[in-house]
């Protein structure tokens, strides 16, 4: 039994576990008990690890009948570190230039 996992580790793991094929399309996730069990964690870990699925469109929870995996067709793409790394960068430039034309004036 694993302990001590935070939910942004629980999150990863199931985020893992989605990339790579291991929990498919329309996969029911264990509920929050089986995982408070499996690891030994509170049922906000578990929240909040489902809470930043659900966000990132992994997931989605029907009432009654638990979490399930979203099918890959229906995801929208993530954005990752480089991504908005990339992005700032050029909204500096950006801003750069403006300041510069402004001071131009």
């Known amino acids: 039994m694993t302990t001590h996992l935070s939910g942004k580790e629980l999150a990863e793991k199931f985020r893992r576990q989605i990339d ?10 264990p509920s929050n008990a089986e995982l408070m069990n499996e690891y030994g964690i509170s049922a906000t870990v578990v929240r ?10 992994l997931v989605i929870g029907h009432q009654g009948k638990g979490r399930f995996v979203v099918p890959a067709s229906q995801r929208r793409p993530r ?13 500096e430039a950006r801003v750069a230039a ?8």
């Open 79 to 91: 954005t990752t570190t480089s991504d908005l790394d990339e992005r700032v960068s050029r909204l």
């Open 98 to 105: 403006l300041e510069e034309a402004g001071s131009k004036s």
């Open 48 to 57: 909040d690890a489902f809470a930043a699925l659900m966000a990132e469109g």
């Open 20 to 29: 790579s094929g291991e929990l498919p399309d329309d996969a029911k996730l």
